[in-house]
């Protein structure tokens, strides 16, 4: 199935999607991107679909070609305070608010989302497989956070976060039970 490239065309709309919700540990990490109308990059699809190394290739191209992008993220500590759903709405906020063009529209990837102050917006199930700028912000959400995790693994290199980015695979959850939570663990 061919992606659309917004969900509607009236408005300047900007796609937004999160990453790292079901992990053990770490951020979460939301993503806004703002694609031309008549945007199309070969390959871009939901980030779940695609392999790191072709999210890899993706991401320099969609940081490079969109009208406006942005990532940010909410931390552990945060998330233990507020929730991760919560969180999750809190990360595409703070995205949205960093894009250097404001967008009028905003097509959220799920089925639920706290309203943005004065921007309507849609929620759409699967939206990262159905739209090419919520597609855009779902990689750019998975290659920060993953990025951001890699890091992390060097200083703590027991949970093997470099290869399981903080989800809670069996090796990771034997990993807690082993050497207790880091300071990066979710409570």
Request: charged letters at 20%.
């Amino acid at each position: 199935m061919k992606l659309l490239c917004t969900y509607q065309q009236e408005f300047i709309e900007a796609g937004c999607d999160e990453a790292g919700r079901g992990c053990l540990a770490g951020p979460v990490m939301a993503a806004a991107v703002i694609l031309l109308k008549d945007f199309y990059l070969q390959g871009l699809n939901d980030s779940k679909k695609l392999t790191h190394k072709q999210r890899e290739h993706l991401r320099p191209i969609i940081e490079a070609e969109a009208i406006a992008w942005a990532v940010a993220a909410v931390d552990h500590t945060e998330i233990d305070q507020i929730n991760i759903l919560n969180a999750s709405f809190l990360a595409m906020h703070r995205a949205i608010e960093q894009l250097k063009v404001r967008p009028s529209y905003l097509a959220i990837d799920g089925n639920r989302f706290k309203p943005y102050p004065q921007i309507k917006h849609s929620c759409i199930v699967k939206g990262d497989g159905k739209y090419l700028n919520i597609a855009a912000a779902s990689i750019l959400a998975k290659t920060h956070r993953d990025e951001y995790m890699a890091n992390l693994h060097q200083d703590f290199p027991a949970y093997n976060w470099q290869q399981n980015k903080g989800y809670p695979t069996i090796a990771h959850r034997k990993a807690v039970i082993s050497n207790g939570l880091s300071p990066f663990h979710r409570k």
